[in-house]
């Protein structure tokens, strides 16, 4: 089974940082477009960064853009999600998919069947 693993969340004050880590094992996840997903309490799951296999496209949800950068680390065949001044609205479970034929903006809309067990992110004073 490809295996996708997200960690790195946890409870951080309004404006403050977190560093997501989408990390694949058994695959080459430079192969794939990779999207970080969230969902929040009582909402449905949403597209918030995605990234195509090259890294030379992304696309952002309105509400992260100029806060949250998305990018490759393939040394450590991984895809990192930078996430800055935080607002208490980010807090959700983040999710992280891979994608082998959709654009990154078509990913990030996109919903998917199967999914990981996630990071919880909880943005609160």
């Known amino acids: 089974q490809l295996q996708l693993v997200e960690s790195g969340g946890g409870l951080v004050q309004p404006g403050g940082s977190l560093r997501l880590s989408c990390a694949a094992s058994?695959?080459?996840?430079?192969?794939?477009?990779v999207g970080w997903f969230r969902q929040a309490p009582g909402k449905e799951r949403e597209g918030v960064a995605c990234?195509?296999?090259?890294?030379?496209?992304?696309y952002y949800a309105e509400s992260v853009k100029g806060r949250f950068t998305i990018s490759r680390d393939d040394a450590n065949n991984a895809v990192i999600l930078q996430m800055d001044n935080l607002k208490p609205e980010d807090t959700g479970i983040y999710y992280c998919?891979?994608?082998?034929?959709?654009?990154?903006?078509?990913?990030?809309?996109?919903?998917?069947?199967?999914w990981g067990q996630g990071t919880q992110v909880t943005v609160s004073q």
């Open positions: 998919q891979k994608e082998a034929y959709l654009g990154v903006q078509s990913m990030c809309r996109s919903e998917y069947a199967f």
């Open positions: 058994r695959f080459t996840l430079n192969y794939y477009g």
């Open positions: 990234i195509n296999n090259s890294g030379g496209t992304t």
